[in-house]
C-alpha cells in the first residue's frame, strides 16, 4: 500500500522560506516520477517541480530559481526547499508520485500521478 505523507508546511512573511517533506512508504522513490503540487483557495491545482528517477529536475516558471525540489533515495524522502516566498505561493501543497520512471513535460498534469499525499498548508502573508 502506497502512502505518502508531507510535513513542514507553516506561515510565513514574504521573503521567507520553508521546506517541506514527503516521505513514502509502499513506493521507492528512485523508480518514480515524483513531483510536488500546490492548490490555492478557489483554484486548480497546479503543478510545482518535479524530479525523474535519474534525478532531472523541472520548475512552473512562477517558481524557477525560488524552489528546489531534490529527493533523499536512502530516506525516502522528497523535499521542496522554498525561498523568497511570495503571497501567491500560499496554498495546500501535495506531493504526488507517477509510475512513469521519467518525468515529461506533462509534470504539471494530476491525472500523469498515480498516488497523492493529504497536503500540507503554507501561508505567506504579506
Known amino acids: 500500500q502506497v502512502q505518502l505523507v508531507e510535513s513542514g508546511g507553516g506561515s510565513v512573511q514574504a521573503g521567507g522560506f520553508l521546506r517541506l517533506s514527503c516521505a513514502a512508504s509502499g513506493v521507492t522513490y528512485s523508480r518514480y516520477c515524483m513531483a510536488w503540487f500546490r492548490q490555492a483557495p478557489g483554484k486548480e491545482r497546479e503543478g510545482v517541480a518535479s524530479i525523474d528517477s535519474d534525478g532531472r529536475t523541472r520548475y512552473a516558471d512562477s517558481v524557477k530559481g525560488r524552489f528546489t525540489i531534490s529527493q533523499d533515495n536512502a530516506k525516502n524522502t522528497l523535499y521542496l526547499q522554498m525561498n523568497s516566498l511570495k503571497p501567491e505561493d500560499t496554498g495546500l501543497y501535495y506531493c504526488?508520485?507517477?509510475?512513469?520512471?521519467?518525468?515529461?513535460?506533462?509534470?504539471?498534469?494530476?491525472?500523469?500521478?498515480?498516488?497523492w499525499g493529504q497536503g500540507t498548508q503554507v501561508t505567506v502573508s504579506s
Open positions: 504526488a508520485a507517477s509510475t512513469q520512471r521519467s518525468c515529461g513535460n506533462w509534470f504539471t498534469q494530476t491525472w500523469a500521478y498515480n498516488y
